[in-house]
């Protein structure tokens, strides 16, 4: 065995294998969480139910700010999840909010209408909240402590007691 | 006229209730169109795969160009944009990464340089077996021993 260049082999083969394993640790699929950790952008946005909502109204109790549209399907399928925790947190100072993006209000409103509503949904109409809170699609969730930091930000839609096991974290 | 660009931007800011101030000097309209385009396009749509705010036509990219627009308008350097959008996005929303990451850019020049360095050494001995000549038997003593020799290692 030419041990040489056994060992020129393995110098080169053993760092490669080392970012190999590493890259592995990452999901390719999962987006940045830049804001978690940080304070949530306050915001100031007129409701579909017709009156204005600001962030900092809010701030003494967990806000979950969940991102939807109408033609989003996963949106459909964490709705009645939603309107399920909403109801179940709502005697415990948790305010729940929706964000309409990239969506027309006649749409949103025959959403809310056919499928029902716990909670006020915000119009955003130049998406600029949504880019201050890093959204890339829909449905994203935020959870939002009583100090108005972002804790936790869900990609995709959610469930009651994903959603729970968060909340009951900052009860 | 500078002036009552800046005073139009001030009203803006009035009524959008931002309550950002302008961080810098405010630019012309023309710098901050070609700026916020520029801009534009070294961020990464959120929305369409591989495809720059600039070159996007998903809301999404409209909206973040809007935004640029309207940050470049405020003030802001390019730098200050770029972390913006980064603070919210991550590293992830610049289409190029950033220069800083020094190995993502050495290390695949160095691996081909190693890759040229390895072939040119094995070309290299090969050539030198290659030129040595042949040492064929002189006598007929050595050809019938090593015959010999063959058919012994055949035979094992």
């Not at chain 1, 999962?30 to 978690?36: G, H, I, N, R």
């Not at chain 1, 009645?80 to 729940?96: E, G, N, S, W």
């Not at chain 2, 369409?48 to 308008?73: F, H, P, Y």
């Amino acid at each position: 065995m030419n041990w040489k260049i056994m060992g020129v082999g393995m110098a080169l083969t053993v760092p490669l294998l080392y970012f190999l394993a590493r890259g592995f640790e990452f999901d390719p699929r999962a987006l940045p969480e830049e804001m978690v950790g940080e304070a949530a952008p306050d915001f100031t946005r007129n409701t579909i139910e017709g009156y204005e909502i600001s962030l900092s109204q809010l701030r003494g109790g967990p806000v979950v700010l969940n991102f939807w549209s109408s033609w989003c399907r996963p949106c459909l399928l964490e709705h009645d999840h939603l309107l399920a925790a909403a109801k179940q947190y709502k005697t415990k100072d948790v305010a729940f909010l929706g964000v309409l993006y990239a969506d027309e209000e006649v749409k949103g409103k025959k959403f809310i209408q056919k499928h029902g509503a716990a909670y006020p949904t915000l119009l955003d109409e130049t998406q600029r909240m949504a880019i201050d809170y890093g959204v890339s699609g829909v449905p994203e969730t935020f959870v939002i402590d009583k100090d108005g930091k972002i804790v936790k930000k869900f990609t995709g839609p959610i469930t009651k007691e994903a959603l729970s096991e968060v909340l009951d974290g900052l009860l | 006229m500078s002036w009552l660009w800046l005073l139009v931007g001030m009203l803006a800011f009035a009524v959008e209730g931002t309550g950002e101030p302008p961080l810098g000097e405010v630019p012309s309209v023309q710098e901050k169109e070609d700026r916020a385009m520029a801009l534009a396009k070294i961020l990464r749509c959120p929305v369409c795969q591989g495809l720059s705010v600039a070159d996007s036509r998903a809301d999404a990219a409209v909206a973040m160009k809007n935004r640029i627009t309207e940050l470049v308008g405020m003030g802001y350097t390019d730098d200050q944009v770029v972390d913006y959008f980064i603070g919210r996005y991550g590293e992830w929303v610049l289409l190029k990464p950033k220069s800083k990451h020094k190995a993502l850019w050495i290390a695949p020049i160095g691996m081909l340089f190693i890759g040229f360095v390895v072939v040119g050494f094995r070309i290299a001995q090969r050539s030198k077996i290659t030129s040595q000549p042949k040492q064929e038997p002189d006598t007929e003593q050595e050809v019938s021993s090593y015959r010999e020799e063959l058919l012994q290692a055949l035979e094992e």
